[in-house]
């Protein structure tokens, strides 16, 4: 499901924002982070091969 959510988001130019405690399908499926413990954030561009800008 989230690899046909992912073709759509690059055909048709969205922005999803998908939420997870997994970090395995941020890996997977995301193109950025952000890591949010202790009230504070890092946010950061993912190096896979899928991800883009």
Same mark, same amino acid.
């Given at each position: 499901?989230?690899?046909?959510?992912?073709?759509?988001?690059?055909?048709?130019?969205?922005?999803?924002? *998908?939420?997870?405690?997994?970090? @395995?399908?941020? !890996?997977?499926?995301?193109?950025?982070?952000?890591?949010?413990?202790?009230?504070?954030?890092? *946010?950061?561009?993912?190096?896979? @091969?899928?991800? !883009?800008?």
């Amino acid at each position: 499901m989230l690899a046909l959510v992912k073709t759509i988001i690059k055909n048709k130019s969205l922005a999803v924002i *998908f939420i997870t405690h997994d970090p @395995e399908l941020v !890996d997977l499926f995301g193109d950025y982070e952000l890591h949010i413990e202790n009230k504070t954030g890092t *946010f950061k561009k993912l190096t896979g @091969e899928d991800a !883009d800008v």
